[in-house]
């Protein structure tokens, strides 16, 4: 059993980072996807200005960084958009259910992939995955200056949207990047 295990071990180690490579490339793909659903949800993106400054600073220290930690970056980011979406009510705000169901799973779908190649990243460079703490304080901000308090305002759910076409906008540069 011991000579399996090292022939599989062997075919993890020279196929999936290659999987990964090939997957980061159809990205960009799923990324022009969930912008165009994002664009079909409702009526025009708001130019309204956001309460809270967009990171962009963080985004600038991610793009300095190595592959790992900007597809750490990036998958992370995801994971916030989608707990976000989770609270909005359609209904409400005026949205397309299942444009937005569409959307989430693209935006999961790319989440799961990037955990992928995080995992398979760190596996090969015997890294340990730390999150990061700038990005998660941002979400609770954005989410304490829109939704706490407002009962889910349909004004404050544009402003969420056009904040999220500005990340997924980023991200898709990020990993173009690459």
């Known amino acids: 059993t011991s000579e399996w295990t090292e022939v599989i071990l062997i075919l993890f180690g020279v196929f999936v980072p290659t999987f990964c490579c090939d997957w980061l490339r159809r990205y960009t793909d799923l990324s022009d996807r969930c912008l165009s659903l994002l664009w079909d949800l409702g009526g025009p993106i708001t130019e309204e200005e956001f309460p ?3 990171p962009r600073q963080l985004y600038k220290r991610v793009e300095k960084s190595q592959v790992r930690p900007a597809l750490t970056f990036v998958r992370n980011n995801l994971g916030h958009i989608l707990d976000l979406y989770q609270q909005v009510n359609t209904s409400r705000v005026g ?17 799961e992939e990037l955990s992928l190649c995080v995992c398979i990243l760190s596996f090969r460079m015997r890294l340990i995955l730390t999150p990061n703490d700038s990005l998660g304080r941002y979400y609770v901000r954005l989410t304490n200056a829109t939704l706490n308090g407002t009962d889910g305002d349909s004004n404050m759910w544009e402003l969420i949207r056009s904040e999220t076409k500005m990340h997924l906008q980023q991200m898709h540069l990020l990993v173009a990047a690459m």
């Open 52 to 54: 809270l400054p967009f």
């Open 95 to 111: 949205w397309d259910a299942d444009t937005l169901e569409e959307m989430l799973i693209v935006m999961h779908r790319q989440e």
